[in-house]
């Protein structure tokens, strides 16, 4: 819950209160802030003197519950917004209105206790992780006189992962947008099913995966090491696959971020969006290609929304039938919109493909 949205919403539907009427909330929050460093806090309470209109038409008896409910909910406000916003003396005002972090490893602590906060999902037995999506993604096509165009394409991406080993999975997929040239059926054929079928070798789903990670920022940063050796972007674009799956698992998640929070070229982009429009923080890194890719945090919650990677200069693409230049700026990526648990996939289409999942 956004706690300071939730005092507007209370101080506009509330009527003004007199003198009489506040004297005794009023009291009650003196004596809990009545300390050192009061003055903001004082501040907050005193609005409760502003004359408002509309007050006269109150009951006595409701403008006192109001009055105390109001007090009450000052007071959680106040608590919650302290214990998490985290990143300042939880007894200043940068506490109450969350200033943002400072740099890349700030922002990734702070992830990092909001991912702590979170239950790992746990399925029962024939369950499904279902997770939505939307991506950004880039099209290139021809023109009649065989000019290459650009098209940036958002597309609805669904997916429901068993959690037990040896079972079929599902992607479901549909165009949504395109801001470009490109004719409609190129990027909007109706709703695609592709289910992925285990061979004769089990599978290993997303959860089963993450079932045999360790939650230890130091075990889990071993592990990265073990498979991808000590070369900073290398670990970087192993743990950024692992946290966009560890959704389900955020006690994976904050180890993640702790790790990332270590590694060099680690860098804040205070102005992040992605892929569903919302603005965000982003720690990213380099790639060293003309690329940068990021991991983006929700500005106030500290919660993951997502990844993307942003073309950093022009750049050439090889493509089956030629190269493009993809130009600075451009970007692709994807959010994640609600992760759940379903007991059972959905009712293919009836076009829908079947793949087959390699050992």
Same mark, same amino acid.
């Given at each position: 819950m956004d706690e300071m949205a939730e005092l507007a919403r209370l101080w506009a539907e509330i009527p003004e209160a007199s003198e009489r009427d506040l004297a005794g909330s009023r009291a009650v929050l003196a004596s809990r802030f009545d300390r050192p460093r009061r003055g903001w806090r004082a501040a907050l309470a005193s609005r409760m003197d502003r004359p408002r209109p509309g007050w006269r038409h109150a009951s006595p008896v409701r403008r006192v519950a109001l009055a105390g409910a109001m007090a009450v909910t000052l007071t959680a406000g106040v608590l919650v917004a302290e214990v998490g916003l985290g990143g300042s003396d939880p007894?200043?005002?940068?506490?109450?209105?969350?200033?943002?972090?400072?740099?890349?490893?700030?922002?990734?602590?702070?992830?990092?206790?909001?991912?702590?906060?979170?239950?790992?999902?746990?399925?029962?037995?024939?369950?499904?992780?279902?997770?939505?999506?939307?991506?950004?993604?880039?099209?290139?096509?021809?023109?009649?006189?065989?000019?290459?165009?650009y098209t940036k394409v958002l597309v609805s991406e669904e997916r429901w992962e068993s959690a037990d080993v040896g079972k079929p999975w599902l992607s479901r997929e549909q165009g949504l947008s395109a801001t470009g040239p490109a004719p409609r059926y190129r990027w909007d054929d109706g709703r695609e099913d592709t289910l992925y079928e285990p061979a004769t070798c089990p599978g290993q789903p997303a959860y089963a995966r993450l079932g045999a990670w360790p939650t230890d920022p130091a075990q889990v940063r071993a592990r990265l090491v073990a498979e991808t050796g000590e070369e900073p972007l290398r670990v970087w674009s192993s743990l950024k696959g692992l946290v966009a799956e560890s959704v389900v698992r955020p006690s994976l998640s904050a180890a993640l971020y702790q790790v990332a929070a270590g590694?060099?070229?680690?860098?804040?982009?205070?102005?992040?969006?992605?892929?569903?429009?919302?603005?965000?923080?982003?720690?990213?890194?380099?790639?060293?290609?003309?690329?940068?890719?990021?991991?983006?945090?929700? #500005?106030?919650?500290?919660?993951?929304?997502?990844?993307?990677?942003?073309?950093?200069?022009? #750049?050439?693409?090889?493509?089956?039938?030629?190269?493009?230049?993809?130009?600075?700026?451009?970007a692709t990526g994807t959010a994640v919109l609600a992760v759940d648990l379903v007991p059972a996939l959905p009712e293919l289409s009836p076009d829908a493909s079947r793949m087959k999942i390699p050992c």
């Open positions: 007894h200043s005002p940068g506490a109450l209105i969350g200033a943002p972090p400072a740099d890349a490893k700030a922002l990734l602590s702070l992830a990092a206790r909001a991912a702590a906060d979170q239950p790992d999902m746990v399925p029962s037995r024939g369950q499904y992780v279902h997770t939505r999506m939307l991506d950004q993604r880039s099209l290139y096509t021809q023109d009649e006189a065989g000019r290459t165009q590694l060099d070229g680690i860098v804040l982009v205070p102005d992040a969006v992605d892929a569903a429009g919302r603005p965000g923080l982003a720690v990213a890194m380099d790639e060293g290609d003309g690329t940068r890719s990021e991991l983006i945090f929700d #500005r106030r919650t500290y919660r993951y929304l997502g990844e993307r990677t942003v073309y950093v200069r022009d #750049r050439k693409v090889r493509l089956p039938n030629g190269e493009v230049t993809a130009r600075k700026g451009e």
